[in-house]
């Protein structure tokens, strides 16, 4: 078992990424309307940590910053000026290319993604499972169309993390907690 206490450091690191992610996200609510957006990034960091065992203070770090690029008007050189260029990088690897249309995007995405530090695919695990277990705050309506493209983005970051299963236990332990969510999903 791991020693589980930060260092000053880290410590000292995510808080930092707090603040700045909970001020960069300021007004903005998840699709429910009511839930402030910020704590999609938390239970991201949350999801990391305590469901799949991420211990990497670099990884944690970014999971609170990954929607910042793309969802804020933070870019890539704030991320660096304050967290690192190696922080940076993976959250730029995390952010879609809004300029591209989606047909192009999705495909630049995961490309981008399957080079990207093996953090940046554990994060994006820890996302849509966070987002699969968020589905129910979709009305009636769109739940189903959701629930489709949500089992969907769930099977592209699986086999897009899939090659780390081998070298790394967070995301071995991610992609099947994954698995089991998504059999869940499929089978309500």
């Known amino acids: 078992m791991t020693d589980r206490t930060p260092s000053p450091q880290a410590d000292a690191l995510w808080q930092s990424a707090c603040a700045f992610a909970a001020r960069s996200h300021a007004g903005q609510v998840r699709k429910d309307g009511l839930t402030p957006y910020f704590s999609h990034p938390v239970r991201v960091a949350f999801t990391l940590r305590q469901i799949f065992g991420c211990d990497d203070p670099v990884a944690l770090t970014a999971a609170i910053l990954h929607d910042t690029i793309e969802d804020t008007p933070a870019d890539y050189d704030d991320i660096a000026d304050r967290f690192g260029g190696e922080i940076a990088g993976i959250v730029a690897a995390l952010t879609k290319n809004m300029i591209l249309p989606e047909h192009e995007r999705e495909p630049e995405y995961d490309a981008r993604l399957a080079q990207a530090d093996w953090r940046a695919r554990l994060i994006k695990l820890a996302d849509v499972y966070d987002n699969l277990c968020d589905m129910h705050t979709s009305s ?6 959701a629930a489709q493209r949500h ?3 769930c099977r592209r970051a699986i086999k897009l993390a899939e090659p780390d299963r081998a070298h790394h236990p967070e995301v071995a332990n991610a992609i099947d907690c994954l698995n089991d969510r998504l059999a869940q999903a499929q089978g309500s």
């Open 140 to 145: 009636a309506r769109d739940a189903a169309l």
């Open 151 to 153: 089992l969907a983005r």
